[in-house]
């Protein structure tokens, strides 16, 4: 049976279209994009009352080369798979700033960040700072003391005590970002409110089930949304799960400061732009799958206002100006997911932003068509293939002994040429035949 599309794409957001602009440069132009709500929302809601879209430059935007990833994977695996995580960071950084200046220089802001830490976290700073110069990253960690935080953020005395300030981050306008890529596709390359509820293989195609009743069958369909990842997918059942991250912002006159965050169990971030400062964090996860209405929204919402206040004594009493939700999913071991769960399968998935939003999103769906055996990929880029590829050890259930996820060996001459996951290694040729 002859399918109705090439590759279908499930889901419109930032990963889905950015799927689907390296296909199409790869040469398949047979490429279709579903997406539930609006292209670009990207599991962006805003809550009630909100004058929006109020944030169209601030929502998941920070491009970091790091964050409370490194530790955790240092930690649960070694040290290796941590460098491995901010590699594909900053190989996502670099290639999503790159495609925004080519679509308009405008949609970037070179503002850098600042990973703050309280009293007890100086260690950690310098260890985030040893691995950085390490992976030629430039940060300073000496000019950022105590007083230079609270002077840039008006933060509470005491709260901060050093900063390590990574020069080369920027803000991308995600927004129009992603109308950009869209508009590149084009309109008949995607329709919007087209809820996927079910996607079934048949033989030599993929078929996609839509909430309206009709379906659409693919030779090969593309997941890239948090949709199926809570009791609809048998594949990402247990190794993701999807979390509201809440954000407010308030009328805040002031300089332009550097994106910021810091260690804490809710992973808080702030950045000071256009007049207003934008708070985030206050994780919650999504429940059953509910993906339009995150529970307790106005409690989680004042926890993050309380928040504010404690930090930024300034906002005490004061009413923020907006508040929004959206949702990020975070897999089993902090690393994104890129491929497919067996050799034999029409199903690919590039999912997994784990909170680091755009910039893993952005590496995966750039290695996605060389995954596919569209593109021949280069030794590194065969190696990233293979460590983030959804048959990893440290994906399935955790054992006695956590098993090391693979390795990916910093000079490309150490790759090794096989790896458990070896139906990665070649290339599948059964994509531009079917």
């Not at 949609?107 to 260890?127: A, K, M, S």
């Not at 959804?390 to 994906?395: A, F, I």
Request: include cysteine; charge should be negative; proline fraction near 6%.
């Amino acid at each position: 049976m002859q399918p109705d599309v090439q590759i279908l794409i499930v889901g419109g957001g930032l990963s889905g279209l950015s799927a689907a602009l390296h296909l199409v440069r790869a040469g398949v132009d047979d490429v279709f994009v579903l997406e539930a709500e609006h292209i670009g929302l990207g599991g962006n809601t805003y809550l009630s009352g909100t004058p929006g879209p109020v944030f169209p430059d601030y929502t998941k935007m920070v491009l970091t080369p790091d964050d409370r990833g490194y530790t955790y994977l240092s930690r649960r695996f070694n040290r290796q798979v941590a460098l491995n995580l901010m590699r594909v960071k900053r190989r996502g950084v670099d290639l999503q700033l790159q495609l925004a200046r080519e679509f308009d220089p405008r949609l970037v802001r070179q503002y850098g960040t600042l990973i703050v830490g309280e009293p007890d976290d100086e260690r950690r700073l310098r260890e985030e700072h040893r691995v950085m110069r390490d992976l030629g990253i430039d940060a300073d960690i000496e000019r950022y003391d105590a007083g230079r935080i609270a002077a840039l953020y008006g933060t509470a005395p005491g709260k901060y005590v050093q900063g390590l300030f990574v020069t080369g981050d920027a803000i991308v306008d995600s927004t129009r970002y992603v109308q950009a890529i869209a508009r590149s596709l084009g309109e008949t390359r995607y329709r919007e409110q087209s809820r996927v509820v079910a996607l079934r293989e048949e033989g030599e195609l993929v078929r996609a089930e839509l909430a309206g009743g009709e379906s659409v069958s693919a030779a090969h369909v593309v997941i890239a949304t948090n949709g199926f990842i809570i009791d609809r997918d048998a594949n990402l059942s247990g190794r993701m799960r999807s979390y509201w991250t809440f954000l407010v912002a308030f009328d805040d006159p002031g300089e332009n400061t550097p994106n910021a965050y810091y260690f804490d169990p809710h992973a808080h971030y702030w950045a000071r732009q256009d007049g207003k400062l934008i708070v985030g964090g206050g994780d919650t996860p999504v429940v059953d799958d509910n993906f339009h209405a995150p529970p307790n929204a106005a409690r989680s919402a004042e926890r993050l206002v309380r928040w504010c206040a404690e930090t930024f004594p300034r906002l005490a009493g004061r009413r923020e100006l907006a508040l929004h939700y959206s949702v990020f999913g975070e897999t089993r071991d902090n690393l994104p997911i890129l491929g497919r769960f067996s050799p034999h399968s029409r199903l690919w998935y590039v999912v997994g932003d784990n909170g680091d939003g755009q910039s893993t999103l952005s590496c995966i769906a750039h290695l996605l068509p060389r995954a596919m055996g569209l593109v021949q990929p280069s030794a590194e880029e065969e190696a990233l293939i293979a460590f983030l590829s959804p048959g990893r050890e440290s994906l399935k259930e955790p054992t006695a002994k956590p098993a090391s996820a693979p390795e990916i060996a910093s000079d490309p001459a150490m790759i090794p040429s096989g790896s458990d996951d070896s139906e990665l290694q070649e290339a599948p040729e059964d994509v531009l035949t079917s």
